[in-house]
Antibody
Framework: EVVLLESGGALVQPGGSLRISCAAS????????MSWVRQAPGKGLEWVSG???????LYADSVKGRFTISRDNSKNTLYLQMNSLRAEDTAIYYC???????????????WGQGTLVTVSS | EIVLTQSPGTLSLSPGERATLSCRAS???????LAWYQQRPGQAPRLLIY???NRATGIPDRFSGSGSGTDFTLTISRLEPEDFAVYYC?????????FGPGTKVDIK
């Protein structure tokens, strides 16, 4: 069974930094595309960042240069390092696993329950 | 960046009725890579459809996806009580993998 467990969400001051984690089980994380998707309170979904099976990293324009996605293959864990945080980064951050069915796609067939990041003074 | 537009914003229907949700892209999608997700209150999203028309594992066959190019549709043939939720489309072919704003299906 695929399980994604996010952690590390917290209250952070504007301009601060935070690293959130996603521990994966039931599959080998490095063989799938993985994404971070966020949802501000009462709002829709926003794709934030992704890392492909070969290690390529992708970012939304809104976080480029401030956020860094990475993974630790030995721990089967995905990370998102968030720097220079702004109030508009306040959201639930979901970790999501890419789709593989013969061929592999971006998109997300399994999601964690999310971790809340609040940026406020 | 590809912009996705969903319509209607809210769809009010009764259980047993047919729901038709639309998603339009600002440019043609590579290989019609369009996914649909369902999100119930307080829950994470759930994948329904990928590649425009492929049902995800475990998704009932009352959910179907169609379309190509810039115009896509999610159809729920007969609404069950658990189908009243918000539905998002996402293009998964070209980074950034943008989402539409969502369609809320609520009980009439």
């Amino acid at each position: 069974e695929v399980v994604l467990l996010e952690s590390g969400g917290a209250l952070v001051q504007p301009g601060g930094s935070l690293r959130i984690s996603c521990a994966a089980s039931g599959f080998t994380l490095r063989t799938y595309a993985m994404s971070w998707v966020r949802q501000a309170p009462g709002k829709g979904l926003e794709w934030v960042s992704g890392i492909g099976g070969s290690g390529e990293t992708l970012y939304a324009d809104s976080v480029k240069g401030r956020f860094t996605i990475s993974r630790d293959n030995s721990k089967n864990t995905l990370y998102l390092q968030m720097n220079s945080l702004r109030a508009e980064d306040t959201a639930i951050y979901y970790c999501a696993k890419g789709i593989c069915s013969g061929i592999c796609y971006w998109g997300a067939d399994n999601w964690g329950q999310g971790t809340l990041v609040t940026v406020s003074s | 960046e590809i912009v996705l537009t969903q319509s209607p914003g809210t769809l009010s229907l009764s259980p047993g009725e047919r729901a038709t949700l639309s998603c339009r892209a600002s440019q043609s999608l590579i290989n019609n890579y369009l996914a649909w997700y369902q999100q119930r209150p307080g829950q994470a999203p759930r994948l329904l459809i990928y590649g425009a028309s492929n049902r995800a594992t475990g998704i009932p066959d009352r959910f179907s996806g169609s379309g190509s190019g810039t115009d896509f549709t999610l159809t729920i043939s007969r609404l069950e009580p658990e189908d009243f939720a918000v539905y998002y489309c996402q293009q998964h072919g070209s980074s950034p993998f943008t989402f539409g704003p969502g369609t809320k299906v609520d009980i009439k």
